[in-house]
Nanobody, 126 residues
Framework: QVQLVESGGGLVQAGGSLRLACAASAHTFDIYNMGWFRQAPGKEREFAASIAWTGGITEYADSVKGRFNISRENGKNTVYLQMDSLRPEDTAVYYC???????????????????WGQGTQVTVSS
């Protein structure tokens, strides 16, 4: 069982930045592909970004490409999501997820992930 704990959410003005962190309890964190998803009020949870266990391959949703950056520190069992140029439409609960498939390709769909955090709220004011 893997426990994921997100942090770093908050309230920020449009154009600002936030850095989310997700700490994992797994001893084998370095072989998990990791992802960030988000869910806005009244909407379905959607993919934002993911990173392969090697750290060398990343995927981004078109809506965040060029503004968000996902990275990981395997020695700290932590994955990050740097969010710049934030927009009001980025307002959502952000969830961290872990994929134990050991695939070299980071997953982009909800069903491919095995473990989820509780989420952290990000609110962007206009």
């Amino acid at each position: 069982q893997v426990q994921l704990v997100e942090s770093g959410g908050g309230l920020v003005q449009a154009g600002g930045s936030l850095r989310l962190a997700c700490a994992a309890s797994a001893h084998t964190f370095d072989i998990y592909n990791m992802g960030w998803f988000r869910q806005a009020p009244g909407k379905e949870r959607e993919f934002a970004a993911s990173i392969a266990w090697t750290g060398g391959i990343t995927e981004y949703a078109d809506s965040v490409k060029g503004r968000f950056n996902i990275s990981r520190e395997n020695g700290k069992n932590t994955v990050y999501l740097q969010m710049d140029s934030l927009r009001p439409e980025d307002t959502a609960v952000y969830y961290c997820a872990a994929d134990r498939s050991y695939s070299g390709r980071p997953a982009i769909t909800l069903g491919e992930y095995d473990y989820w955090g509780q989420g952290t709220q990000v609110t962007v004011s206009s």
